[in-house]
């Protein structure tokens, strides 16, 4: 490559690195005021679903689970309590009623979810108190979603999920949520690490909200 080229090329890569952490910096402040925003609407939503929580079973409203986001790093994500307390340790017992592959557990007729979970999470109610785990930067509110899973269980192509925060919602929840194989999400969540931009972030979010109203593919 001659000199003017070599430099052409620098240049461009120069330009293309300040896009990107332009756009990063953009997405960022996005998550802050949506997050705010968001947790402000939903405040009476959330208040309402933590009493039925507490009224439909003994144990805490919330439920903090260990998983693996940005470049590996573990977090505890935020979610309302939908399962009997303790129900972590019956998944092993679960294990042939398994209706997912992959890195995925999913089981449609869970015998571990309350009353109330059941329809908390119909319509994705459950996943509210990660919009905390956006405002503490764990997550974004678009990306792949945060998988209960060991960072070391990442290889492959699989690992590239890490390259972004893990989104409160995404490709994968727009296009089948719980009813898609796990290489359909996979896939779905790879495309979005190499195209992400503002735009196509604001339009899965337009399209979170009628997803989640109709309450499809989500057990």
Not at 152 to 174: C, Y
């Amino acid at each position: 490559m001659s000199a003017p080229a070599a430099e052409t090329a620098r240049r461009r890569s120069n330009v293309y690195r300040l896009r990107r952490r332009a756009g990063r910096a953009a997405k960022r402040t996005i998550d802050m005021v949506g997050a705010v925003a968001l947790l402000v609407l939903a405040a009476p939503v959330l208040l309402a679903a933590v009493v039925a929580v507490r009224a439909d079973t003994p144990g805490p409203a919330l439920f903090r689970q260990r998983r693996t986001g940005w470049c590996g790093k573990e977090f505890k994500l935020l979610k309302l309590r939908t399962m009997q307390v303790g129900s972590e340790g019956l998944r092993v017992a679960l294990a042939d009623r398994n209706e997912a592959d992959g890195r995925l557990f999913k089981i449609r007729e869970d015998p571990r979810v309350t009353p109330v979970g059941r329809w908390l999470r119909r319509y994705s109610l459950d996943e509210l108190p990660q919009l905390l785990n956006v405002l503490m930067g764990h997550m974004s509110l678009v990306g792949p979603r945060p998988l209960p899973v060991e960072d070391s269980d990442f290889t492959g192509e699989a690992r590239r999920r890490l390259l972004v925060r893990p989104g409160l919602t995404g490709l994968w929840q727009i296009s089948g949520r719980s009813d898609l194989a796990w290489e359909d999400a996979l896939r779905l969540d790879l495309e979005y690490v190499d195209t992400w931009s503002i735009r196509k972030d604001l339009v899965i979010l337009a399209r979170t909200l009628p997803v989640v109203l109709r309450g499809e593919g989500a057990y």
